[in-house]
């Protein structure tokens, strides 16, 4: 299994590509994440560079505690049942005032993308 630590900063709006294996498949992807101060959460999208194809709108950043929380899980259905890959945002830090991302601080968490994680691996 094969993750990526995405290149995240505070800046509230942030798009990038990354050329990535997802359980073997080639994925040209395209994140946009961004910091929306109403509800005062973080999200992430993540399209298909190659095609165009939005894959994944909006995903709230929401930090695991205890277990290990894939964000992708619902996404599994998609390109052909190859699905996405996983999503994890993890703590930097049992110190940090937030449970999950807040205004300035996404950069303090870590959000991991790669292969399809399943429950009772335990090298997530």
């Known amino acids: 299994m094969t993750y990526t630590l995405l290149p995240l900063t505070d800046d509230p709006y942030q798009v990038f590509t990354l050329d ?3 359980d073997g498949a080639v ?3 395209r994140f946009a994440v961004r910091y929306l101060p109403a509800p005062g959460r973080w999200f992430l999208s993540l399209w298909d560079n190659a095609s165009g194809e939005a894959l994944v709108n909006a995903v709230p950043l929401v930090a695991s505690v205890g277990a290990v929380n894939d964000l992708f899980t619902p996404f599994r259905y998609l390109r052909e049942g190859k699905g996405v ?3 994890f945002c993890l703590r930097g830090s049992e110190e940090l005032a937030a449970r999950d991302p807040a205004e300035g601080d ?3 968490f870590h959000v991991l993308f790669g292969d399809t ?3 009772g691996e335990t090298d997530a």
């Open 106 to 108: 996404l950069s303090a």
């Open 20 to 22: 990535a294996s997802i």
């Open 27 to 29: 994925l040209h992807a």
């Open 117 to 119: 994680w399943e429950r």
């Open 85 to 87: 890959g996983s999503l």
